[in-house]
C-alpha cells in the first residue's frame, strides 16, 4: 500500500524567506505526485503534479518541488514567501490506476511571521 | 467555468440519522470521488465513481454508500451517523477514471457535524 509522510506538522517562516516542504512516499512503482494546498475551511487547490519527465516541477503561485527516485522524496519550495501563503500543504500520492484514489499525508502547516 | 461544486456547505445531524451530500463535476469530468478529511487530518479516500459505476473503494464501513447520475454528478449516502463520521467531506472530479495525465479537482466540501 503506498504511504505518504510530511514529518514537519507546523512550519513557521518569515515572510520573504525561502521555504522547503518535505514529504517522502512509499510506493513500488513510480507514482504520481501532488501537492495540494487549503486554507481554512475551504476545499483543496493544486499548486503541482508530477508524472513523469523533468523532475524538477514548476506550479502555481510561484511554488515548485522535486521528485527525487533515490530519496522517495517530493519536497516543495518556493525562494520567498507572502503572507497569503500560509496555509495547510498536503502533499499526495496515486498509482495512477483507475480504482485508487489519492493517498494524502496529514498535512504540514504553515505560518507566516511578518 | 464553474467548478466542483457540493452541497450542502454546512449541516448538523443527530446519532443514528442519515445523511446526503451531492456534487456536480466540473463540465466534461466523467469521473467523481469522495473523500473524507477529519479535522487536523488529510483526506481520506472513500469512493471512486466512473461512468455511473464504482471503481474504487477505500476503508470505509458499509455505512457509507454513493452513486453517480447520468449526468455525472454524485451523491454521497452514509447512514447510522456516528460522532467520528463529523468532517469535512470533499468531492473531486477528473476527466478519465484512470490519471494519465488528468488533473483530480477538489470541491470546496461539506461540513458534517454529527451530535
Known amino acids: 500500500a503506498q504511504s505518504v509522510t510530511q514529518p514537519d506538522i507546523h512550519i513557521t517562516v518569515s515572510e520573504g524567506a525561502s521555504l522547503e516542504l518535505r514529504c517522502n512516499y512509499s510506493y513500488g512503482a513510480t507514482p504520481y505526485l501532488f501537492w495540494y494546498v487549503q486554507s481554512p475551511g475551504q476545499g483543496l487547490q493544486l499548486l503541482l503534479k508530477?508524472?513523469?519527465?523533468?523532475?524538477l516541477v514548476q506550479g502555481i503561485k510561484g511554488f515548485e518541488a522535486e521528485f527525487k527516485r533515490s530519496q522517495s522524496s517530493f519536497n516543495l519550495r518556493k525562494p520567498s514567501v507572502h503572507w497569503s501563503d500560509a496555509a495547510e500543504y498536503f502533499c499526495a500520492v496515486h498509482s495512477g490506476g483507475g480504482a485508487d484514489g489519492l493517498t494524502f499525508g496529514k498535512g504540514t502547516h504553515l505560518i507566516i511571521q511578518p | 467555468d464553474a467548478g466542483v461544486t457540493q452541497s450542502p456547505t454546512h449541516l448538523i445531524k443527530t446519532r443514528g440519522q442519515h445523511v446526503t451530500l451531492r456534487c456536480s463535476p466540473i463540465s466534461g469530468h466523467k469521473s467523481v470521488s469522495w473523500y473524507q478529511q477529519v479535522l487536523g487530518q488529510g483526506p481520506q479516500f472513500i469512493f471512486q465513481?466512473?461512468?455511473?459505476?464504482?471503481?474504487g473503494r477505500g476503508n470505509f464501513p458499509d455505512r457509507f454508500s454513493a452513486r453517480q447520475f447520468p449526468n455525472y454528478s454524485s451523491e454521497l449516502n452514509v447512514n447510522a451517523l456516528l460522532l467520528g463520521d463529523s468532517a469535512l467531506y470533499l468531492c473531486?472530479?477528473?476527466?478519465?477514471?484512470?490519471?494519465?495525465?488528468?488533473?483530480?479537482?477538489f470541491g470546496e466540501g461539506s461540513w458534517l457535524t454529527v451530535v
Open positions: 465513481y466512473y461512468e455511473k459505476e464504482e471503481r
Open positions: 473531486a472530479s477528473s476527466l478519465g477514471d484512470s490519471l494519465s495525465g488528468n488533473t483530480i479537482y
Open positions: 508530477y508524472f513523469s519527465g523533468d523532475t
